[in-house]
């Protein structure tokens, strides 16, 4: 592989792990709203609020979930 190809390959490298990055951070930001939505509509809807509070705390999240099959899937170096 010839340092050009190195160096190409290192920019897509460094390309994705920007982007993934921003992918994660906007996925927090939009589960945030989306979680607060919900507890909000369980209130409107008549559920008491600590009861919607307890609900909307198991809401999914999508980065923990997918942080921790990678972790589990990845073979340990030990």
């Given at each position: 592989?010839?340092a050009?190809a190195l160096?190409?390959?290192?920019?897509?490298?460094?390309?994705l792990a920007?982007?993934?990055?921003?992918?994660?951070?906007?996925t927090?930001?939009k589960?945030?709203?989306?979680?607060?939505?919900?507890?909000?509509t369980?209130?409107?809807?008549?559920?008491p609020?600590e009861?919607?509070?307890e609900?909307?705390e198991e809401?999914?999240?999508p980065v923990t979930?997918?942080?921790?099959?990678i972790?589990n899937n990845?073979?340990?170096?030990?």
């Amino acid at each position: 592989m010839g340092a050009k190809a190195l160096f190409i390959d290192a920019l897509y490298c460094s390309r994705l792990a920007v982007q993934s990055l921003g992918l994660v951070t906007q996925t927090v930001v939009k589960r945030r709203r989306a979680k607060s939505t919900f507890k909000k509509t369980l209130i409107t809807r008549g559920v008491p609020p600590e009861i919607a509070k307890e609900i909307a705390e198991e809401y999914p999240d999508p980065v923990t979930m997918i942080f921790s099959l990678i972790k589990n899937n990845i073979p340990s170096l030990d």
